[in-house]
């Protein structure tokens, strides 16, 4: 999967990520979203909080500055560019070390 922003998914992630962080920073500011906003909003009813995969980096962290260094795995993956040796997290950049070789069956990545 490409994660740069020549797919249009990745680029629509960022809008959405970039009204996230809006609204919840007026949150922070005692701004909740009144009878007019919430009007159209969808209902979910019976509902339980759940979880759901999604795409991260796995391999030997170096330097970050709230674990040890060594093997570790990261927050969602919303950008890599690996020719510039760049990525970004929900949480932080990465510099992009050596790619662990992706094992194969006849050709085929298998992860």
């Known amino acids: 999967m490409d994660f740069t922003f020549r797919n249009p998914r990745i680029l629509s992630t960022a809008h959405r990520i970039h009204a996230l ?9 005692g701004q909740l979203p009144g009878p007019r906003q919430m009007r159209d909003a969808p209902v979910i009813s019976n509902w339980v909080l759940s979880h ?4 991260i980096l796995i391999g030997d962290v170096f330097g970050h500055p709230g674990i040890p260094d060594g093997p570790a795995f990261t927050s969602g993956l919303y950008y890599a560019d690996p020719e510039r040796g760049i ?25």
């Open 21 to 29: 962080s809006a609204d919840l920073l007026k949150i922070e500011d």
């Open 87 to 111: 990525a970004r997290t929900l949480s932080r950049w990465y510099r992009l070390g050596p790619q662990r070789p992706v094992p194969s069956v006849d050709g085929e990545e298998v992860i």
């Open 52 to 55: 759901r995969p999604e795409p």
